[in-house]
């Protein structure tokens, strides 16, 4: 099946330092990705979309500034904080749409732990 | 606004007995439902999804029910082993004016008591 990777898996920074995640759709194409922030024993929350080639469209409360995304290839988006903070300390998860597949298949990757001290 | 909730919160079952976890939508317009299990520090995992135009749908030890006329979903795991204790998520298909994208239900933990 499709698998999507996330490096790394765990990071823990200092405040005011900024940590990019990457995710990786390793055997599809991936011409959208999704990041989600999960807070503990919460349910996931869409940060924003990310299209390969064109600007991340971000759900509203979601600074675009502090989060940073890139998506330059059909196989790596990156999630960049800026400037970290103690309430960034989060759950990080990626998920990758495979067109091949069809619009509803989507793929989540391991997730990523921030840490922010 | 839309949402997507969960009767319980929590649910503990014995060993081998059957499993029912409940989620309750609020948008109609919703076609595609999906359920992921997530296990503790790991991203969610695929277990089986239904289209609105089907009631049923049966996979491995798992059943997706969905009743559209009080929009309520539900996913039963026959037979719950101590491997299926995890956070269940419900979530619905949503459109937006960037596309589609999914919304997430509150979710469930599953406790399997030996």
């Known amino acids: 099946g499709a698998v999507v990777s996330q490096h790394p898996s765990r990071v823990i920074c200092k405040s005011g330092t900024s940590v990019k995640i990457e995710c990786r759709s390793l055997?599809?194409?991936?011409?959208?990705m999704f990041w989600y922030r999960q807070f503990p024993k919460k349910s996931l929350m869409l940060m924003a979309t990310?299209?390969?080639?064109?600007?991340?469209?971000?759900e509203q409360g979601v600074e675009k500034d502090k989060f940073l995304i890139n998506h330059a290839s059909l196989t790596l988006s990156t999630l960049t904080v800026t400037s970290a903070h103690p309430e960034d300390s989060s759950f990080y998860i990626c998920?990758?749409?495979?067109?091949?597949?069809?619009?509803?298949?989507?793929?989540f990757g391991p997730g990523t732990r921030l840490t922010v001290t | 606004g839309e949402s997507v909730g969960l009767h319980l919160p929590t649910l503990s079952v014995q060993e081998g007995d059957n499993s029912i976890i409940n989620c309750a939508y609020s948008?109609?317009?919703?076609?595609?439902f999906i359920w992921y299990k997530q296990e503790s520090g790991k991203g969610p995992q695929f277990i089986i999804d239904?289209?609105?135009?089907?009631d049923k749908r049966q996979g491995q030890r798992v059943t997706v029910l969905l009743n559209k006329t009080v929009k309520h979903l539900s996913l039963q795991i026959a037979a719950t082993q101590p491997g299926d204790s995890a956070v269940y998520f419900c979530?619905?298909?949503?459109?937006?004016?960037?596309?589609?994208?999914?919304?997430f239900g509150p979710g469930t933990r599953l406790s399997v008591l030996p």
């Open positions: 998920s990758a749409r495979d067109l091949g597949q069809g619009p509803y298949e989507q793929y």
């Open positions: 055997d599809f194409q991936a011409t959208t």
């Open positions: 990310s299209n390969e080639g064109s600007k991340a469209t971000y």
């Open positions: 948008n109609s317009a919703s076609d595609y």
């Open positions: 239904i289209r609105s135009n089907m």
């Open positions: 979530a619905e298909n949503a459109y937006d004016s960037y596309g589609q994208n999914f919304v």
